[in-house]
């Protein structure tokens, strides 16, 4: 893509958008009360915006206006009862203990219900000083509210304008994700790459994608003007999805030997040819993307796919006059065909208005889709154990809380020691690995934040050309501090920094100094305490998330084979087990890399969880290989053999789901009506693919291979021991 076309897409982009509204809203308030002579009232407005703006993640309107009103309510009741108590050191000292376990509880409701309980803990946090101690604790807490009843009209009122735009950036971003995962795909094919390196930068693109896949569809899905609109705009944003995910589908079930590939065919003209063209492919998602973000209509395609096309064609023919038979890249020959004609259908929602109506409407069965949470009391109580993570991670957050709040009265610097509960609170996360990642990043952008801020002091006496840098500051700090945390961070220092020569008495050298010592001593503290106070290890939930893996690839599979014997299967329960498979498999993903980022010592089963990561994305990829069959044929015929597989498969999933701990597979689904027939061979198309019989008893023996390496890495995680051999014949 080209520089012009990078930098419109990230001023189109959804960090951005972020980043101008938060500071708008953080900046006008000072600016107003400034004419007012009152600039102290004008920050402790903003004050309110930054904690509003922590529950305003991206996601369905009516949820995101629900917790964002909620926030107001709690953001007055906190600032308040905080002010109150602050001259009682001990209370206060109580209070933040109890605050900080509840806050953190709320983490069992999700992600949402957790940025709720961020803010009541940072509303705390930012009350405990005596910086506006000429208002009253009344005062404060509504100049507090005030800016936080600011913000969420600000950006409500932004949504209602533009109702799709979210939905257009994420799907846009989206998008881009899975163009990078073609290309890093695309290095399978290129001999002189690192596989190993590879396979560890699919895994880590996969988490991702899996996260930006659900975000789309909780914006798709829960919105009911989109889901119910009849404009190209609103319509093509959800066929586009749709086809996206199918262009992930098809590119997941490229699965195949690519070490055997590499040796065999090496740097033939056909590999080359099918390397080029999976990165024009991810190329032209970009393309798209970035139209789709800038609400620009794409020109046709930038390549002409079709030549592209048959280049490889022409290739893999020069490989069988040779006398050899690349079945293989024949097989993906198809499957790239396949994607192509997504993406042309993609380009057709942008030039016929009418296109639309000639797809199926991939959301006749939203409310299938449709994101639920429990918000039952009984979930909370299920949690209050020491064997819920939940529970652990909010009673090590109370603790060290308490313990930073300690040391507050110890240290020489405590003018802003809230700072030191601001890094704990931001730093400790449920794992090990986030914390130290969080920790890390959070060092690294005070540091280079803080040199860049003093440099600007110390050379810049203008207080004009120092507000403008501040502003640019504050916006990149709102751009990047969700997605880059350390960038962020770097920004976020700088314009603290700038921003206290305005009206804090203060030296900014003392301010920095103050500010790194501070982040010193709560990262430490963050740090310390996932090693000894209720400690969180990955070992410890390993075992949960590989079974619902299981449980996952067990019911896609079944409706597979279910549908390969030609049972009834409708397309909506296919595509939920599709989604609940990606799901789960990108769950494992991060799971795995959350383990090799602990310490040694606590990197229990490291490799066989490696292995298990890499034989669950095959299982996946050969499973939508057998659906690529059947959508070629509209029946295929089975026999003894292909039934024999099939319940042999089945059986040992079964097998392999009860060996991580208890699970009624009763409720699994397990009838298929199986009829055996004279095999009939339907036309393929080309010569060089062997007939489908085969090729289903091909992936079928790969999935019953794949099937027995889970029942032996399984053994090493529940036994520690490694499995004799008990293949089922």
Known sequence: MKLKNTIENFIFGEALADGLKTSLAIVIPPLIASFFDDLHAGVTISLGAILAHMTDTPGPFKERRNLMWLSVILIFVVSFFTKSINSFPIILGICLTIIVFLSNMLTVWGQRTSALGMVVMMTMVMNMNDLRAEF????????????????????????????????????????????????????????????????????????????????????????????????????????????????????????????????????????????????????ELKMIAYHINSNKKPKQPTFDFEVELKKIDDAIKELYAEGKKPIVLTKIYINLKQIVYKIEFIHKFFYDDSFTEKKKNPLDHVEHFQPTVDYSIRKLRDHLNLKSPIFRHALRSSIVMILAYGVTFIIPMTYHSYWILMTVLVILKPGFSVTKKRNLQRLKGTIGGGLIGILILLIIPQHSIRFVLMLFFMLMAYTFIRQKYAIGTFYLTAYILISFSFYSEKDSIYIIQERLVDTLIGGFMAFISCYIIFPTWEKNSMNEYIQKALIADYEFIFLIFKKLADNDVSTTDYKLARKDVFIAM?????????????????????????????????????????????????????????????????????????????YETDHLMKTIQFQEKTIAYTEIETEALQNESELIEDLLEYLYEIVYDFTKVGHVFVTDEPLKDTKIT
């Open 136 to 283: 009253s604790p009344f005062h404060i807490a509504l100049f507090v509210s005030a800016g936080a009843v600011w913000y969420t009209i600000f950006s409500l009122a932004i949504s209602t304008f533009r109702p799709y735009r979210m939905a257009q950036q994420n799907l846009a971003d989206a998008m881009i994700h899975i163009s990078e995962y073609i290309r890093i795909k695309a290095s399978m094919f290129d001999k002189d790459s690192e596989y190993d390196d590879i396979i560890k930068k699919l895994i880590d693109e996969h988490v991702v994608i899996n996260e930006k896949q659900n975000l789309v569809r909780e914006l798709v899905f829960t919105n009911k003007k989109l889901v119910k609109d009849q404009t190209p705009i609103g319509r093509s944003i959800v066929f586009i999805f749709s086809d996206l995910i199918d262009i992930f589908e098809n590119i997941t079930a490229n699965q195949y030997d690519y070490k055997k590939i590499r040796e065999v065919y090496g740097d033939t003209k056909a590999m080359r040819k099918i390397y080029n063209m999976m990165n024009k492919i991810a190329h």
């Open 586 to 662: 990108a769950n494992i993903n991060s799971v795995f890399q959350r383990v090799i980022s602990e310490p040694k010592g606590k990197q229990e089963n490291a490799k066989e969880l490696n292995k298990f990561t890499i034989f669950n994305q095959s299982f996946v990829s050969y499973s939508v290989g057998l659906v690529k069959i059947i959508k070629k044929n509209n029946s295929v015929i089975l026999t003894s053999e292909h039934i024999r597989l099939m319940k042999k498969i089945l059986q040992l999933l079964l097998q392999n789901i009860r060996l991580y701990g208890e």
